[in-house]
Protein backbone atom coordinates (compact mmCIF):
# COMPACT_ATOMS: atom_id res chain seq x y z
CA UNK A 1 0.00 0.00 0.00
CA UNK A 2 1.30 3.42 -0.56
CA UNK A 3 1.41 5.78 2.26
CA UNK A 4 0.63 9.63 2.04
CA UNK A 5 4.25 10.19 3.83
CA UNK A 6 5.75 8.34 0.74
CA UNK A 7 7.63 5.17 0.19
CA UNK A 8 10.86 4.68 -1.82
CA UNK A 9 9.53 1.43 -3.66
CA UNK A 10 6.77 0.02 -5.77
CA UNK A 11 5.68 -3.48 -5.13
CA UNK A 12 6.29 -6.81 -6.90
CA UNK A 13 3.51 -7.03 -9.53
CA UNK A 14 1.12 -9.78 -9.32
CA UNK A 15 1.18 -12.82 -11.70
CA UNK A 16 -1.84 -11.48 -13.81
CA UNK A 17 0.09 -8.26 -14.17
CA UNK A 18 3.68 -9.06 -16.44
CA UNK A 19 4.27 -5.25 -17.45
CA UNK A 20 4.35 -2.14 -15.15
CA UNK A 21 2.98 0.64 -16.83
CA UNK A 22 3.99 4.19 -15.69
CA UNK A 23 2.81 7.04 -17.18
CA UNK A 24 4.48 10.36 -18.12
CA UNK A 25 1.61 13.05 -17.29
CA UNK A 26 0.01 13.94 -14.48
CA UNK A 27 -3.37 14.13 -16.65
CA UNK A 28 -3.15 10.68 -17.86
CA UNK A 29 -1.86 9.00 -14.17
CA UNK A 30 -5.44 11.37 -13.02
CA UNK A 31 -7.70 9.53 -16.00
CA UNK A 32 -6.30 5.98 -15.16
CA UNK A 33 -7.13 6.27 -11.27
CA UNK A 34 -10.31 8.37 -11.20
CA UNK A 35 -11.83 6.78 -14.66
CA UNK A 36 -10.21 3.40 -14.73
CA UNK A 37 -9.62 2.12 -11.00
CA UNK A 38 -12.01 3.39 -9.46
CA UNK A 39 -14.83 1.62 -10.94
CA UNK A 40 -12.63 -1.34 -11.18
CA UNK A 41 -11.48 -1.58 -7.48
CA UNK A 42 -12.87 1.40 -5.45
CA UNK A 43 -9.77 3.55 -5.04
CA UNK A 44 -6.98 4.75 -7.22
CA UNK A 45 -4.32 7.08 -6.92
CA UNK A 46 -1.64 9.24 -8.63
CA UNK A 47 1.72 8.99 -7.43
CA UNK A 48 4.65 11.26 -8.28
CA UNK A 49 8.25 10.25 -8.74
CA UNK A 50 11.16 10.67 -10.89
CA UNK A 51 13.38 7.77 -12.34
CA UNK A 52 16.97 7.95 -13.40
CA UNK A 53 17.38 8.95 -17.04
CA UNK A 54 19.86 6.22 -17.94
CA UNK A 55 17.65 3.62 -16.83
CA UNK A 56 14.91 5.10 -18.78
CA UNK A 57 16.68 5.10 -21.70
CA UNK A 58 16.11 1.78 -22.03
CA UNK A 59 12.87 1.72 -23.07
CA UNK A 60 10.28 3.13 -25.50
CA UNK A 61 7.95 5.72 -24.73
CA UNK A 62 4.58 3.74 -25.87
CA UNK A 63 1.59 5.75 -27.41
CA UNK A 64 -1.59 3.34 -25.73
CA UNK A 65 -4.51 4.81 -27.41
CA UNK A 66 -2.98 8.22 -28.03
CA UNK A 67 -0.74 10.70 -28.36
CA UNK A 68 -2.24 11.93 -24.47
CA UNK A 69 -1.66 8.41 -23.38
CA UNK A 70 2.02 7.96 -23.01
CA UNK A 71 3.98 5.73 -20.59
CA UNK A 72 6.51 2.92 -20.37
CA UNK A 73 6.51 -0.55 -20.52
CA UNK A 74 8.76 -2.34 -17.76
CA UNK A 75 8.43 -6.00 -17.56
CA UNK A 76 7.59 -7.17 -14.54
CA UNK A 77 11.21 -9.22 -13.96
CA UNK A 78 13.10 -4.90 -14.32
CA UNK A 79 10.59 -3.22 -11.94
CA UNK A 80 13.58 -4.14 -9.15
CA UNK A 81 16.02 -2.16 -11.25
CA UNK A 82 13.16 -0.03 -11.75
CA UNK A 83 12.91 0.69 -8.11
CA UNK A 84 16.38 0.98 -7.68
CA UNK A 85 16.79 3.74 -10.32
CA UNK A 86 13.89 6.03 -8.30
CA UNK A 87 15.26 9.05 -6.91
CA UNK A 88 13.79 10.13 -3.93
CA UNK A 89 10.56 9.50 -2.53
CA UNK A 90 7.16 7.75 -4.36
CA UNK A 91 4.72 10.55 -3.42
CA UNK A 92 0.84 10.14 -3.64
CA UNK A 93 -0.46 13.57 -5.37
CA UNK A 94 -4.09 12.53 -5.98
CA UNK A 95 -6.20 9.92 -4.67
CA UNK A 96 -9.97 9.07 -5.78
CA UNK A 97 -11.96 6.83 -3.79
CA UNK A 98 -15.40 5.76 -5.01
Same mark, same amino acid.
Not at 77 to 83: S, V
Given at each position: MIEES???AFPPRLPEQPIFY? =??TEEYAVRIARDWNVPESGSGFVTRFAV???FLDAYRVEEAGGRAHCEYWIPA???????AAIIGPIE =? =??SFPE
Open positions: GMSP =VTRGDEDLPAFN =V =VR
